[in-house]
């Protein structure tokens, strides 16, 4: 095995040199690009750029190492003289693959490595750097790995058809755009299990590699943990051709759509939606469709106080424009608080204990006497950094800018210079109002909107407390301290109050405002001071109750006179197409708890989006996942589940669609067991291929065609169906295959030959 090992590497070492050199280039060229810029942005920064030389150069760099080691050796003469060394078929692919991972290694980690090294010690990079920013590079270079066994899936693996031999590559694409799409949108704390699922899909390519490589691209003798690790690969890449084939068809019919206006079902359906009154009455209001509208504004169709039918007290409202009700006195909505996530992409995969982005934008001032100021929060060091950015005039008259320089940073004790730290650390940041992006802050200050111009102070709210930062003054100012063992989740207005969400009850304070910016008056044309309101005296608190914290998003509201909350959930992916209204005391014991059908969820167009995708969804996986949920809501008290409620919404087309799912399901099954016993296949491999299409639908059932070697067919002479001319019986009747005809050259022994004594 040294020796082969040997002679890959000598062979690899041009080729590897050569894509060393490039990945090179494109480091360095990319690094000088973001020295000249300086400009400031979080996604600017000279590591960003090595990252993005990594998940560009190294898919291509192992994918060419994998196609140089297979494809002059595919050869008939020079395959068969590979396997012949003396070595088992499984040794050696282990000492190509080892020698194409050495190379590949050397060719795209070491120019990374030194790339971001030079980037830590202050090369070109003027922001906070943490080693957690290796992760996501890490990441890529791990997942790019899929490539190098995937180049020579495609070059080794005789498939039935040209096509198959592409399949395998939809695999590590994907691999490599999750992982750098988690890095960037959710988190660059990319977490352990990331990694693991990574590395197993990895780890299955190589197995299917093996199991190809070791039997020279046959099907025929293929282990059976190689065909089930190249079925996977192929599985998924049959299970998005689906999904494409899915989107361009729904494409298509929103092109129709709107060219022929087979929307206007949907204009023409009234708004249903519910809320409460201050009496803590749950009502049913709807609005008249949208074409019948004036101006688009919606107007009361009906109202119906759920809680006491016979009530007329809204008949009023029938008629009266939504805008104007304001000043109605007989309507009288209860002032809600809103409880949300984060609205940022891929969302579903934070939860409040989350790892939050790695630097945040905190703001800075603008650009004044050639310099500005810059704050970035580092969650990794818990601190903020204070860049200044200057600006030099250059020749042409131009402003060209400086590199950036750290001049203080920021700790809850307060600011220090650039050579010290502070003794103390912020904890998870949640909200900045110097942002301009940030959802959650106009959750929390909605009258943050009307602060324009340049900010004078940053109210920040971190899970450990919330701070008012006075840049000017160069002081931090702690305005809420959280009780021991408890984490701030949110901060959101209640009426005229400011609520303080905590992870298992709510604090109640009076509003206190403060000055944090400045906007212009259009009338008098004079700076007016702009302020929010921050938590003040404490007024209440209440717990949550546990039917409620489970979920990520509610809203919730005080009744008046009677010291009960309201607590109104959906609708949610577990409630599904209905609201749930659940009221308590202030002590936290539930008065009631209701479920309100809201009609207009799903909508009518629903149904046949369902029925197509049952066409081609995977029935077990999808049947296994509504039991969960089902049972999972049991567990929590908040059955049914979003599948039985759906069936109570629409029995008569999900009946259509759970119809349509099974008999995809029987006919992969039965076109499988047709194909097997066709072939002749033995009992045990023809139930696996039958129970396997029946689980996973349609695109399980193309991954199994595409998993053997078809032999051509012939018609039997005993039944007259056509068999398989590898089989010497047929597997219809059991009849031997015929024997070929005589043409003359045959030669023909009637008797055993007689042993002739060798002369002395």
Known sequence: MKSLFWKELRQLAPWGALLFAAMSALMAGSLYSESEKYYYSLYSQAWFQVWLVIVFGAPCTAFVIGVLQTVLEVRRDQWAFLLHRGLSPTQIFLTKAGAGLAVYTAATLVPTSIGFTWCAWGGIERNPLSWYHALPLLASFLASMAFYFAAILAVVWKGPWYLSRLLPLVAPVLMVVGAVAYASDVTEYVPARIFAAIILAVGVLGVATWGVFVRSGEAEGRSRAANICLGIPVFVAMFGGCLCLFAVAAAAYELLAARWHLHQPWYARPYTGVTVDRDGHILQVTTVPIRDSRRGARQFQRIDDLDEPQSTRYAPLVGQEMSTTNSVPAWDPLPMAHVRESSQPFAFLKRSGSPPRILEQIGGRAMMQKSSLTWVYSSADGWIYGYLQEYETRDDGRMRPIPPRLVEVVGPDGFVSASQRPPRRFGKLLANT????????????????????????????????????????????????????????????????????????????????????????????????????????????????????????????????????????????????????????????????????????????????????????????????????????????????ACARLFRRMPTQMSLVAAILIGSALFCGWSAGRTARRYGFDVRTRRAWQWTAAALGPAALLTLWFLRDWPALEKCLACSNRRPVDRELCPHCGAPAAPPRSDGTEIIISEPAHKVAALA
């Not at 304070?509 to 007016?528: C, F, K, L, N, Y």
């Not at 949920?629 to 008290?637: A, H, L």
Request: hydrophobic content about 40%.
């Open 434 to 641: 110097g942002y301009r992006h940030d959802r959650l802050a106009y959750d929390a200050w909605p009258e943050l909107s009307r602060v324009s111009g340049v900010a004078a102070r940053y109210c920040l709210l971190f899970e450990d407390g919330l701070f008012v930062i006075d840049a000017p003054a160069h002081a931090v100012r702690r305005l809420l301290v959280p009780p021991a063992g408890r984490k701030i989740r949110c901060l959101t207005k209640l009426g005229d109050a400011v609520a303080v969400v905590y992870d298992d009850s709510i604090s109640v304070h009076t509003a206190m405002p403060i000055i944090i910016g400045t906007r212009q008056d259009r009338e008098t044309a004079t700076t007016v001071d702009e302020s929010i309101d921050v938590p003040g005296d404490l007024q209440y608190s209440f717990p949550i109750p546990p039917e409620v914290a489970q979920f990520g998003s509610f809203s919730f509201g005080r009744v008046p006179g009677r010291d009960a909350m309201m607590f109104q959930i959906g609708p949610d992916l577990s409630t599904f197409n209905s609201n749930r209204f659940i009221e308590t005391r202030l002590d936290g014991t539930i008065v009631r708890s209701r479920d309100v059908l809201n009609p207009g969820i799903p909508t009518e167009e629903a149904p046949p989006i369902l029925s197509a995708m049952a066409i081609f969804a995977p029935p077990a996986p999808v049947l296994a996942t509504a039991a969960f949920d089902e049972f999972r809501q049991v567990v929590r008290g908040t059955a049914p589940g």
